[in-house]
């Protein structure tokens, strides 16, 4: 009888599923909350945080962190500048440098090991080193796109005449927590 499932088939059905299990994540909570867009609002003051809901006359943005969240209205009427805030590519890079990495590790210990009774460890230590390099790599180039691309993408600046602040502003409730439904929807 031919031995179907020897070491090989099984280390390359284990990194097979182990890479599509990191490539393609699945939740396992019920529904996931809408946040709100981030953005920097500037009026009389400089205000940071999620845009929870847009009222008639003014945007409602959460401000802190999970410790100490308050929330700041801001009057639609004052506002001088808004800026979205961009998400870092950092954690985009750290994982594609790792995926990258170990799959290069993988192969390259496997077709450098000596005998066949080797190619498994050879292939998942070649796989760890590989992979962390990678890893780095992929963090530090996610890192210098976010840099050059700078963190903020200004949509509406008074004394610059960029925007149209209504347009803006509808855009801005599709984007919200809770969208306010007075609004027309584009």
């Not at 969240?69 to 500048?81: A, E, F, L, Q, Y």
């Not at 963090?139 to 903020?152: K, M």
Request: proline share 2%; glycine share 12%; hydrophobic share 40%.
């Amino acid at each position: 009888m031919v031995k179907i499932w020897n070491n090989q088939r099984i280390t390359q059905c284990l990194v097979l599923i182990l890479s599509a299990l990191l490539i393609f994540p699945t939740t396992i909570s019920a529904k996931k909350r809408k946040k709100g867009i981030r953005l920097m609002v500037i009026s009389d003051k400089v205000v940071k945080g999620e845009l929870f809901k847009v009222k008639k006359e003014s945007l409602l943005i959460l401000v802190g962190r999970r410790g100490s969240i308050r929330s700041v209205d801001v009057d639609i009427n004052k506002i001088k500048t808004i800026k979205i805030i961009k998400k870092s590519k950092t954690g985009k890079g750290f994982l594609y440098g790792f995926l990258i990495g170990t799959t290069v590790g993988v192969l390259l210990g496997r077709s450098q090991a000596q005998c066949k009774h080797d190619k498994g460890l050879q292939g998942f230590m070649g796989g760890i080193v590989f992979g962390t390099v990678g890893c780095l790599g992929g963090g530090a180039v996610g890192a210098g796109l976010t840099l050059s691309e700078g963190r903020y993408k200004e949509i509406y600046n008074k004394e610059k005449s960029i925007g149209n602040l209504n347009k803006i502003i509808n855009m801005l409730n599709n984007k919200a927590h809770y969208p306010n439904p007075i609004f027309e929807k584009e």
